[in-house]
Each structure stands twice: as C-alpha cells, then as structure tokens.
C-alpha cells in the first residue's frame, strides 16, 4: 500500500509516520505534498528519501492535476499531517474510507474551520477545559465531520498555558497516528 502524507506546516507527524513505516514492505510513505514551499516537511521528507510536491492553492482546487500525480503515483491512502486546507470534493470522493486526519483536541468540540494548531489549545484554556487531546476521523468535505477512527485524552491542569496543552497533546499525536493509520490501511486489505 502506498501512502501520500499532506502537510502545511512542520512536518513533525508526517516524519513519525515515515520512520514509523520505515522498512516495512506492505506500507510505505511514497509522497509527501505541501501547500507551503517553507513547510518543514520538505528537509523531513528529505531525510527519508521521500519525493515532495509542493503545489499551490489554484492547482489545488481548480484543477485536477493532484489526483492525476496521486493515481499515476498509484497512492492508495491519504493521511493529512497539519495539512490546513480544505479537501475539495473531487479528492474526498476519490478516496473513500482512504483518507484520514488528526485533529489536536477532542472533536467534536473545539472543530471545524479556523480551530486548528494554536488557536484550539488557547479554546481550550480559555474555556477552562479539565482535558484534551486528539482525534484521528477519516476526512468528508466538511472540516473535521469525518467519522470518528481513535481519541486519546490528556488532563489539563489550572495552571497549564496553551503551549503546556500543545505539547501534551503532541506527544498523543506521535504516539498513536502512525499505529492508527497502520491499523486502517492494514484492516481496509483484508
Ligand atoms: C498538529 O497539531 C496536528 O494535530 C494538526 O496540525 C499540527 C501538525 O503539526 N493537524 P506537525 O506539522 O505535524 O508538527
């Protein structure tokens, strides 16, 4: 099976899921693709020998050059890693029950579009939240309404600050994504 890993940003989960799959001869990371031309992903993609594309929002939407690169690629899952756009419906529709996301809080609270990276863990300090954590949902057109795949939780104490949520809760990313994703593709074969 070959995954194709989309990631804006630093590329910290995209790296655990490629030395995750290191290896291994059933799975493998074949590509990584980011919207950002300075995403980190690309120096980690790099370091495993993994091709990059970057591309930029009108190929994105208004074309459908990324799901020819993905077929001709012959990708059969799709894992957004940070990945802070949209999914249009052409791609969605092209990879049912193949493609998920993680989301770093406790959906369906604190979802949808506008709540990711820091701006959920300031939510969830400011609401006085006991808890968060993450949640891994396979991806439909809507932000974060895919069915729900894995939670984990962290406990929020009174004096954390957001950077303190942060990082709780990507020590949960690290730890469960790549054996989450293992786990679907693995059980979408048999
Ligand atoms: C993580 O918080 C993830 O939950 C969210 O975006 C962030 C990605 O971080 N979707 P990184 O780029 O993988 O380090």
Redesign the pocket.
């Known amino acids: 099976k070959r995954i194709a890993i989309f990631?804006?940003?630093?590329?910290?989960?995209?790296?655990k899921i490629c030395s995750y799959f290191e290896g291994r001869t059933d799975v493998e990371v074949s590509l990584i693709l980011t919207n950002n031309p300075q995403a980190?992903?690309i120096a980690r993609a790099r370091k495993f020998h993994i091709p990059s594309v970057v591309f930029d929002r009108k190929s994105f939407y208004e074309s459908e050059k990324i799901l020819d690169l993905l077929k001709n690629q012959k990708i059969d899952f799709i894992v957004?890693?940070?990945?802070?756009m949209l999914i249009p419906p052409f791609l969605v529709e092209a990879y049912p029950g193949k493609m998920v996301?993680?989301?770093?809080a406790l959906l369906p609270k604190y979802g949808g579009k506008g709540m990711?990276?820091h701006f959920?863990h300031e939510a969830v300090v400011a609401a006085g939240e006991r808890e968060s954590g993450?949640t891994i949902h396979f991806v439909n057109e809507f932000y974060d309404e895919g069915n729900i795949i894995f939670q984990a939780s962290c406990e929020i104490t009174p004096t954390d600050s957001p950077d303190d949520v942060?990082s709780k809760?990507?020590v949960l990313?690290h730890a469960h994504y790549p054996e989450v994703i293992d786990k679907v593709i693995t059980e979408s074969t048999r």
């Not at 990631?7 to 790296?15: Q, V």
């Not at 996301?101 to 770093?104: D, G, K, L, V």
């Open positions: 990631a804006s940003g630093s590329g910290s989960n995209a790296e980190g992903v957004l890693a940070g990945f802070m996301n993680i989301h770093p990711y990276g959920v993450i942060a809760v990507q990313e």
